[in-house]
């Protein structure tokens, strides 16, 4: 098993509490305390709780566009699976949860995330026939990840099937 990395380990431990306690507890002492790393080793890594923050959004971004990729690789799902199989992931869900209420108190995380929506938009759109068809999709998918999210009612994997079989994408040929 490969060893996690002092800075993984960091996040890790800010990711758990951000999932498990709430952003007013995220604290460079408590971060220390939970990932059981001298506050000194916390800040050679990460100087000040924002560059934390910075640091777990790129993971996330980082992380979505690895299991992305893997998904591709494999070779046995279209573009419009992968997207769900991904973005339904529990980890990828419980990482983005504290991540959303750490983005509600700074703003400027928002940022790289926008800048990965760019580029994730660019891909889901070279996908479908139309600009429409693709904002549907866009617009279905995002819902579905809040849904997943905040833990609400959502469609059975059935209907999933057939929603995700409903979208019109450009032939391969």
Known sequence: M????????ILDAAEK???DENYDSLSLDRIAEVSGISKGGLLYH???KESVLVA?????????????DKEMKKGKLDFKEIFLTVNSDPKMVA??????????????LLQPLK???KRWDRDIFSQFESSDEAWRFRIFFDGLFFCHLLDLPQ?????????????????VT
Do not use: C, H, W
């Open 115 to 117: 800048d990965a929506y």
């Open 56 to 68: 777990l959004v790129s993971r996330l971004i980082d992380t979505f566009d690895s299991e992305f």
């Open 155 to 171: 469609p059975s994997k059935k209907e999933l099937k057939s929603i995700i079989k409903g979208f019109k994408t450009k032939k």
């Open 2 to 9: 490969a060893r996690v990395s002092k800075k993984e380990s």
């Open 46 to 48: 990460f100087p000040t």
């Open 95 to 108: 990482s983005s949860r504290g991540l959303m209420a750490a983005i509600s108190f700074n703003r400027s």
């Open 17 to 19: 509490i951000l999932q």
